[in-house]
């Protein structure tokens, strides 16, 4: 099969993920979308690895899901604590610098 | 058709249509096994792109770690969070899902006219020593350095982490048995300062969802939890009720 049939589905997740952070309010959901969609671009890097036959897409891909586990780590602290001061998870709600 | 193709064309749409799934969900723990499910395909793909130590590692790291800690902060936070849907931005929706259409389209349009110039190669060759050696061959070569430093921010992540989670003491004062009697007497009515009614004890049934019965045959509220009042947890005391006695009201009076 011709893998850049990978990268048509690639494309797809990731806009799917890009409109998921758009439109939803619940924080937690919204980094599950930004999630999705760097794991959508970790496999364009593998596709290519397979593509050009050569490893360094995986090295590539690896080091985007250990950098994703610190964001997701880093990032849902921070949910907390905004949860714990505000009461709510809601994107919308942390608009302090807008009143 | 080939495996790999059968594989790609019954996975990719159900995919697409889970991370789709995704977005409507109200509930975020719902979001949340479907995008589990998406990551398991994903690592499924990555095994049949020939990257067996990554799909091992997808499936360790994402549904594994990362989607545990997603679920154990979503029970942190209250399952029940779920989302408004009011636009707090006119027309964000329709604007958003037509730029994601738009750009997805033009990707696929970029894609498909690419011209790599070549067929695929495959990755017999790089893999001939074993996958893993292959990935190590690189991190401890010439990735050494970025590898060092991604060590260095999985530390300080942690480290982050730790201490924005960090809450020196709950808010909420502690009460003593000392401070509740006495807020029991000093209240509104002495009428349960003596603790309120257990649950019902009858011949046949023993539970904490069954009410007491009063002396007149009405069931008693006081002696069931709030928690199962909110629940509507609480089992019908009909037929432990005896007739015929004389009704008295709330001040005792028959």
């Known amino acids: ?99 | 058709m080939s495996g790999e193709s059968a594989l790609f064309w019954v996975l990719a749409p159900l995919a697409v249509l889970a991370s789709v799934a995704m977005l409507f969900m109200k509930k975020a723990v719902h979001s949340a096994i479907l995008l589990a499910w998406v990551m398991i395909t994903l690592a499924i793909f990555y095994i049949a792109l020939e990257a067996p130590f990554l799909g091992i590692v997808q499936i360790v790291v994402y549904t594994g770690a990362v989607m545990m800690l997603f679920l154990f902060i979503l029970m942190l936070v209250g399952v029940d969070s779920s989302d408004s849907l009011v636009e707090k931005i006119k027309g964000i929706r329709s604007v958003a899902i037509f730029t994601a259409l738009a750009f997805s389209l033009t990707l696929i349009t970029f894609i498909a006219r690419a011209e790599l110039g070549r067929p695929s190669v495959g990755l017999e060759e790089a893999n001939s020593g074993g996958n893993v050696e292959g990935l190590a061959q690189y991190l401890f070569s010439d990735y050494v350095w970025a590898f060092e430093v991604i060590s260095a921010l999985l530390i300080t992540a942690a480290l982050g982490a730790m201490v924005l989670a960090h809450s020196e003491k709950s808010d909420v004062a502690r009460t003593s048995q000392k401070s509740r009697s006495i807020a029991r007497f000093r209240g509104k009515s002495i009428a349960t300062a003596a603790g309120l009614p257990g649950s019902g004890v009858y011949a046949r049934n023993n539970a904490l969802d069954l009410p007491a019965l009063l002396p007149d045959g009405k069931p008693s509220d006081l002696s069931i939890a709030e928690v199962l009042h909110r629940r509507g947890d609480v089992a019908e005391s009909k037929s432990y009720e005896l007739e015929g006695l004389p009704k008295i009201d709330d001040e005792g009076n028959k």
Do not use: H, W
């Open chain 1, 1 to 99: 099969m011709n893998p850049t049939n990978y990268l048509y589905l690639s494309a797809i997740l990731f806009s799917i993920g890009a409109v998921g952070v758009i439109v939803r309010k619940n924080a937690i959901v919204v980094f599950m979308c930004i999630e999705l969609m760097l794991n959508a671009a970790n496999l364009a890097f593998v596709t290519f690895a397979k593509i050009n036959g050569n490893l360094e897409g995986q090295v590539m891909a690896f080091f985007t899901m250990v950098v994703a586990a610190c964001e997701v780590v880093v990032g849902l602290a921070i949910i907390v604590t905004i949860f714990r001061s505000r009461r709510s998870a809601s994107v919308d709600d942390a608009s302090l610098l807008n009143r």
